[in-house]
């Protein structure tokens, strides 16, 4: 493996690792955000829920994107 592909796949891993934290404290702000809500008194969160999880979504594309990257730069496709 040529040194041009190695740094590429450090590169790769650590924004991939930068997305798993950023997927952690979306999943914590989701939690956060159900933990508020009180139906009963109407205070509800469904639309930054909804909006939380889509990004939380996105965040698991992206990393599983970069996952895909690494290991097509490691089987030297």
Do not use: H, Y
């Amino acid at each position: 493996m040529d040194e041009t592909i190695s740094d590429d796949i450090k590169i790769l891993e650590a924004e991939a690792a930068e997305l798993v934290a950023e997927r952690a404290a979306m999943e914590g702000r989701i939690r956060e955000l159900r933990e508020k809500e009180d139906i009963p008194r109407g205070i509800v969160f469904s639309k930054e829920i909804f909006e939380a999880q889509q990004n939380k979504l996105r965040l698991d594309v992206d990393i599983q994107f970069r996952r895909n990257r690494i290991n097509r730069l490691k089987s030297g496709f």
